[in-house]
């Protein structure tokens, strides 16, 4: 069983960046078929932001974030990542990771917040 932990969030403007990790134990991310990232605001249903498929490399993306956010990881750190530029205010929300074995995802971590001012 895996354990996820978020971290990276924060205050920032809009317009500036951030960069979330999030850090695997107990499993290496090697173990699922895909790490994926989400993100809940107050008041609203918890939604996709961004996935990794382990083998393949590839991404995908939410049409909201395209072009601002980046998935990445670090194999020897156990570690993904999210980076997120040109945040705006609707992108306040509490972020997680979270990883499929297959079709379902299975792990989540606690959450880490952000918050965009205008």
């Known amino acids: 069983q895996v354990q996820l932990v978020e971290s990276g969030g924060g205050l920032v403007q809009a317009g500036g960046s951030l960069r979330l990790s999030c850090a695997a134990s107990?499993?290496?991310?090697?173990?699922?078929?895909?790490v994926g990232w989400f993100r809940q605001a107050p008041g609203k249903e918890r939604e996709f932001v961004a996935r990794?498929?382990?083998?393949?490399?590839?991404?995908n993306y939410a049409d909201s974030v395209k072009g601002r956010f980046t998935i990445s990881r670090d194999n020897a750190k156990n570690t993904v990542y999210l980076q997120m530029n040109s945040l705006k205010p609707e992108d306040t929300a509490a972020y997680y990771c979270a990883a499929a074995s297959s079709y379902v995802y299975d792990y989540w971590g606690q959450g880490t917040q952000v918050t965009v001012s205008s």
């Open positions: 990794l498929r382990w083998t393949a490399g590839s991404t």
């Open positions: 107990g499993r290496t991310f090697s173990s699922y078929a895909v």
